[in-house]
């Protein structure tokens, strides 16, 4: 079963993953995956640690000659940025007045200082946030990456793009054609389909660094050609869309999860909602629309898989907001860390990671993932099964 845990903090020496249960044989492009680590760093609105952090992950184990054995993968991504801060993150070296200089004690709002501190006994909040980071996310976009070549191998495409900004939609002509989504985002820094909003979201985002705030957005990701009937509608936990939703959520300021028109649907009558039921030759049974996000009962129904995340603007402000010094318990100014204006762009990335991780996962358990090989024709074989049904 595909599974992995991360660990390392953000200005740690290094970003380590393991990721087990990813077929064996599967020719591995390392360079597809230091692409999307790339892409994770990029896009407008980021800070400057961007511009010495430049991600590559490193692979120790569970690959030979760039192919998959089926023992776990052990993933490292280096932190650049630890040079400056080698006494501060001293994991060895017991604490004194020389590495304990940056310690905080006015945590942020909106972020897991305070309570992370309150949870673990930290009176210096830095233990907290080096790890509650979205740097983490730079492992999972290696991770997701990975998963993401499974789904490739299978025929499955995948891509996550920015809906909005700072609430300036930039949707344009929600396509759920993979290759053209591509193409269109590739086309501007905002990995966004509607380019005449480029300019307007550009100054929206200068303006709100000059304010000294942030801003967030909506993410979409969409999956195409995934078989009918992954996950199930036997038990709350074997939900295929649930899973998915968590993953979502389970990302660094994400706040909500659509699956298809999700909220919409709530206002909507059953008549403009549920996808009809057509049929076929050749094609076998299909929906004549795809407002359910290609889940039905938990399960895919072989439609397009559409999951919007809702993502926070960035808890560090340039201009803080109010806080309280856990030490003094005087109202002060949060403390201000290095940050983006916002990240919803590289977020798109680290989304799309996620939710590729949880559809290879699935495909994995509902067949043989042992062998890449294999699976593709168990994979190739059921989608047989489903045209004849």
């Known amino acids: 079963?595909?599974?992995?845990?991360?660990?390392?903090?953000?200005?740690?020496?290094?970003?380590?993953?393991?990721?087990?249960?990813?077929?064996?044989?599967?020719?591995?492009?390392?360079?597809?995956?230091?692409?999307?680590?790339?892409?994770?760093?990029?896009?407008?609105?980021?800070?400057?640690?961007?511009?010495?952090?430049?991600?590559?992950?490193i692979i120790t184990g569970g690959v030979r000659h760039g192919v998959t054995l089926g023992s776990p993968?052990?993933?490292?991504?280096?932190n650049?940025?630890?040079?400056?801060?080698?006494?501060?993150?001293?994991?060895?070296?017991?604490?004194?007045?020389?590495?304990?200089?940056?310690?905080?004690?006015?945590?942020?709002?909106?972020?897991?200082?305070?309570?992370?501190?309150?949870?673990?006994?930290?009176?210096?909040?830095?233990?907290?946030l080096e790890r509650s980071s979205a740097r983490e996310t730079a492992m999972r976009?290696?991770?997701?990456?990975?998963?993401?070549?499974?789904?490739?191998?299978?025929?499955?495409?995948?891509?996550?793009?920015?809906?909005?900004?700072?609430?300036?939609?930039?949707?344009?002509?929600?396509?759920?054609?993979?290759?053209?989504?591509?193409?269109?985002?590739?086309?501007?820094?905002?990995?966004?389909?509607?380019?005449?909003?480029?300019?307007?979201?550009?100054?929206?985002?200068?303006?709100?660094?000059?304010?000294?705030?942030t801003l967030g957005g909506v993410i979409r990701v969409v999956a195409e050609n995934l078989p009918a009937g992954l996950g199930s509608y036997t038990s709350w936990d074997t939900k295929l869309d649930a899973k998915v939703a968590g993953a979502v959520v389970g990302v660094n300021a994400m706040k909500g999860c659509e699956i298809g028109?999700?909220?919409?649907?709530?206002?909507?009558?059953?008549?403009?909602?549920?996808?009809?039921?057509?049929?076929?030759?050749?094609k076998g049974f299909t929906r004549n629309s795809d407002h359910l996000g290609g889940f039905e009962?938990?399960?895919?129904?072989?439609?397009p898989v559409i999951v919007k995340a809702a993502m926070k603007p960035i808890p560090t402000l340039y201009k803080p907001l109010q806080s309280a010094d856990i030490n003094s318990k005087e109202i002060k100014k949060a403390t201000v860390e290095r940050s983006d204006t916002t990240a919803i762009v590289p977020a798109s990335i680290v989304i799309e990671a996620v939710v590729a991780i949880e559809l290879a996962k699935a495909i994995c358990e509902t067949f043989d993932g042992s062998q890449i090989d294999r699976l593709k024709k168990q994979v190739a074989d059921y989608r047989n099964e489903l045209l004849n049904f």
């Open 73 to 78: 993968i052990a993933l490292t991504v280096k």
């Open 261 to 282: 028109d999700g909220f919409e649907n709530a206002v909507r009558p059953g008549s403009q909602v549920m996808d009809e039921i057509d049929w076929e030759k050749g």
């Open 141 to 213: 976009v290696a991770v997701g990456n990975i998963c993401k070549q499974v789904l490739e191998a299978l025929g499955v495409k995948i891509v996550g793009h920015v809906e909005s900004i700072g609430g300036i939609e930039a949707a344009g002509n929600l396509s759920t054609d993979v290759t053209t989504i591509e193409k269109s985002i590739e086309a501007n820094d905002l990995r966004i389909l509607d380019q005449g909003k480029v300019a307007e979201i550009h100054q929206r985002i200068d303006q709100a660094k000059r304010d000294g705030d």
């Open 80 to 128: 650049r940025d630890h040079a400056q801060w080698s006494k501060i993150m001293d994991p060895v070296t017991p604490a004194n007045a020389e590495n304990t200089l940056r310690a905080v004690s006015r945590p942020r709002p909106g972020h897991a200082d305070l309570v992370g501190g309150m949870k673990y006994g930290h009176r210096d909040m830095r233990n907290v």
């Open 297 to 303: 009962g938990g399960m895919t129904n072989g439609m």
């Open 1 to 57: 079963m595909i599974n992995y845990l991360t660990a390392g903090e953000s200005h740690g020496p290094e970003l380590s993953g393991i990721l087990t249960g990813i077929p064996a044989g599967l020719h591995l492009d390392i360079d597809e995956i230091n692409a999307a680590l790339a892409a994770r760093q990029g896009g407008y609105g980021r800070g400057n640690r961007q511009k010495i952090e430049h991600d590559q992950v």
